[in-house]
């Protein structure tokens, strides 16, 4: 049984390609954000709930790692993997695969926020979806954790 949770599928597009002819960096960052949104429906918080209850995701930070150049017109899906999560907190692990060999091209780790729109503030996730995060939270608990959840950005000098 696969633990991963499909958030995006679809090829790059001709608006993503830069001078380089490559997809532009903020043009991931895009299809992740469409995956966070797709991510926010598999828990419960599509709009018509977010609607009738007044509440949504913020995203706090987000640490992005490019891996391989995609071209133009080329498969691309995204997994997400629920790191961990509190009652406001989810933090989520986002990779971007080829859609033909699978091979890794980008991987986003990011920290949401569950919001009261109403009250413009920072508040629990309401019981329905704390219920769908703790069941995906203990569907992949077993999970390999990502090797680049975590990281940092540093220049490292040579000791010496």
Request: glycine residues 6%; contains cysteine.
């Amino acid at each position: 049984m696969t633990t991963e949770l499909k958030v995006f599928n679809g090829t790059v597009q001709p608006e993503w390609i830069d001078y380089n002819g490559h997809m532009n960096d903020a043009c991931y960052v895009l299809v992740f954000s469409q995956a966070i949104d797709e991510f926010m429906v598999q828990i419960g918080l599509d709009e018509t709930f977010r609607a009738e209850h007044q509440v949504s995701i913020y995203t706090l930070q987000s640490m992005v790692h490019y891996l391989q150049e995609v071209s133009l017109g080329e498969p691309i899906q995204v997994s997400a993997r629920l790191l961990e999560s509190d009652a406001k907190k989810l933090r989520v692990f986002f990779t971007m695969r080829h859609g033909n060999g699978g091979q890794e091209l980008a991987a986003m780790e990011t920290l949401l926020l569950h919001m009261d729109m109403a009250a413009h503030r920072a508040a629990p996730m309401l019981p329905d979806t704390a219920d769908r995060v703790a069941t995906l939270q203990q569907r992949q608990s077993s999970s390999e954790w990502p090797s680049l959840a975590g990281r940092s950005i540093a220049l490292t000098r040579p000791r010496g």
